[in-house]
């Protein structure tokens, strides 16, 4: 039981890090950023303290306010300036195993060269 509040310790700490960096970045007051969600003080410092666990549904809210994606908080890649293959690629990527994945690496490399080194691939 304590490995498991460990753990949810530690990722408390990676929001707290990326909320804290992203206030920062903006200039922000703590008092600020508690305004803006409409809490406390002492409760905003418990979240960039990863005392307390944000709540997911200030998330979107934070994002507005720092000029973050959401993706940003929960730390992954902003798909947002991907096309909709890449898009597609990434969700699919994500499903697939670890062999799977090395395969899939391999055949993009050998497209790529193949795509470098023929001229009539890169017209």
Known sequence: ?????????QEAKRYAARLESARLAM???????A???GITVSTYRSYEKGRSRIPLEFIPKLAEITGRSIYYFH?????????GDEQTL?????????TARRAVLDLARTFA???QNTPEMQQ
Do not use: F, H
């Open 1 to 9: 039981m304590p490995e498991k509040k460990r753990g949810l310790d």
């Open 27 to 33: 200039g922000l007051t703590q008092e600020q950023m």
């Open 35 to 37: 305004q803006g969600l």
């Open 75 to 83: 730390g992954v890649p902003d798909p947002r300036g991907l096309d």
């Open 90 to 98: 990434i969700s699919l990527w994500r499903k697939l195993r670890p």
């Open 113 to 115: 060269r193949e795509s």
